[in-house]
């Protein structure tokens, strides 16, 4: 199986940045696309980014994470990176991160444990 280990989380102030790494190991082979999430409290949790494996395409969010995040991947260390800049209050959430082995009907097969943010006013 793949686990995967969330670090880089914390508190950060308005305006601020803060890059969330997650680190996969076990079947890697089985992390045919990386994913961030976030849950806000009393909130659902949403997708906020993912990139493929094979070619570093890219997906984000639709709402305003798009243009202030990015997310970026190093294949040789199994991990998957997410650049948070021009950081707001909206943001506070648990981060976290998912890998998709690719499978037929089915999606998201791995999680991690989450890590907080938490941005200040």
């Known amino acids: 199986q793949v686990q995967l280990v969330e670090s880089g989380g914390g508190l950060a102030q308005a305006g601020g940045s803060l890059t969330l790494s997650c680190a996969a190991s076990g079947r890697t082979d089985k992390t045919y696309t990386m994913g961030w999430f976030r849950q806000a409290p009393g909130k659902g949790r949403e997708f906020v980014a993912s990139?493929?494996?094979?070619?570093?395409?890219?997906?984000y969010a639709d709402y305003s994470v798009k243009g202030r995040f990015t997310i970026s991947r190093d294949n040789t260390k199994n991990t998957v990176y997410l650049q948070m800049d021009s950081l707001n209050s909206e943001d506070t959430a648990v981060y976290y991160c998912?890998?998709?082995?690719?499978?037929?009907?089915?999606?998201?097969?791995?999680w991690g444990q989450g890590t907080q943010v938490t941005v200040s006013s």
């Open positions: 998912a890998a998709d082995a690719g499978l037929p009907g089915s999606s998201w097969q791995y």
């Open positions: 990139i493929r494996r094979s070619d570093g395409v890219t997906y």
